[in-house]
């Protein structure tokens, strides 16, 4: 009997809204993740997390609370393993920012537990990713791990972070539409098979936070934005890999990682830039403009100066990131532009955006 559906890789509850957080021991309770009888591991910061601790505890009397120290592999894994030592769990929860979630996720997947994330920010479509990306040894690395069980966003939580954390959610949210077009390049140019579904939902998530006529203060645009980073995180899932979410934009950011690790920008901020500039260089000049106007309507930088990096720099960055991700064909791979070229191109840029 041949197959008419596929299933899907997704959390069981995604609750984004104004609140969320107050309902989240009722969301916790929900027989798929846990019961009002089961034990909870929450990890959090030793920082905001405090706040939040004092805020939840008297409602999750079940939950054992671990802080953890960072956003490293190292930290990952200790949490797996004072996890493992401290008894049975029937989920984990990652309750903070993208480092907390990542950290979460590494240990809930060493520890064979689901993982409900409770993201305080949207820097990143991390949050619903089947991917953890932790500092280590060699600088970062990502490491492939189940999407969570549960997301829960609480817009009221989200307003109380610093407006950067949503600017760079944008950013990484309109690189979805570089990443897709990078995605369809490689399929005219080297035969490499698209998953459809996956492209429509990241290309969607951008293009809803693209054309979206609210700011980092309204509530509308907070929900769209955060329901495109879940979108994406899934969208991955779907495909099996980064590819939609990930192309020039991000081989660009990556770039600015890994040449300029103590000076790089927001993950957000520089994969926006990378994704207009990417835009420029594949002919969507339209595109590329509008790209830029919504980022500077939002508080996000369009020039590399505008992070703190010299013209000069950028171009090495351009040069080098084809080498972050061997194997990924994007419009950097199919131009292979010399230094001279990437400088020219960047004029070309800085000109078309008035820049």
């Not at 500092?135 to 690395?141: E, F, L, M, Q, S």
Request: hydrophobic fraction near 45%; include cysteine; charge should be negative.
């Amino acid at each position: 009997m041949p197959v008419l559906t596929r299933l899907i890789p997704s959390p069981v509850v995604v609750d984004i809204r104004p609140g969320a957080l107050n309902d989240l021991a009722g969301v916790l309770a929900d027989q798929r993740i846990s019961s009002s009888t089961g034990r909870l591991a929450i990890a959090i910061s030793g920082g905001s997390g405090a706040a939040l601790r004092a805020r939840l505890e008297s409602s999750l009397p079940r939950a054992d609370w671990f802080e953890v120290g960072g956003g490293t592999l190292d930290d990952a894994i200790q949490l797996a393993d004072d996890i493992k030592k401290a008894g049975r769990y029937d989920a984990i929860v990652g309750l903070g920012g993208g480092k907390i979630i990542d950290c979460g996720k590494f240990a809930a997947a060493r520890v064979g537990l689901p993982l409900v994330a409770v993201a305080t920010n949207l820097s990143h479509d991390g949050l619903c990713s089947p991917v953890a990306t932790l500092d280590n040894d060699a600088g970062r690395g990502s490491y492939g791990v189940p999407n969570p069980i549960a997301v829960v966003i609480d817009l009221d939580v989200i307003r109380e972070a610093p407006v950067r954390f949503v600017r760079s959610g944008i950013g990484d949210a309109l690189s979805n539409i570089s990443a897709v077009a990078d995605w369809e390049l490689a399929a005219r140019e080297r035969g490499e098979d698209i998953d459809g579904l996956a492209a429509a939902m990241a290309r969607q998530a951008g293009e809803a936070v693209l054309r979206h006529p609210g700011g980092v203060g309204d509530d509308a645009f907070l929900q769209v934005l955060a329901e495109g980073l879940v979108l994406t995180g899934i969208a991955m899932s779907v495909s099996g890999d980064s590819r939609p979410a990930s192309g020039a934009c991000h081989e660009i950011n990556h770039g600015f990682d890994l040449l300029y690790p103590k000076r790089a920008a927001s993950h957000g901020e520089q994969c926006g830039l990378g994704a207009a500039f990417a835009m420029h260089l594949r002919g969507a000049r339209d595109e590329s403009r509008f790209m830029v106007d919504v980022l500077r309507r939002h508080g996000l930088p369009v020039t590399p100066e505008e992070i703190g990096f010299t013209v000069d720099e950028f171009v090495k960055v351009v040069e080098f990131a084809p080498q972050t991700r061997p194997g990924r064909y994007t419009i950097l791979e199919h131009l292979a532009l010399t230094t001279d070229q990437i400088r020219d191109a960047y004029a070309d840029y800085a000109k078309a955006i008035g820049s």
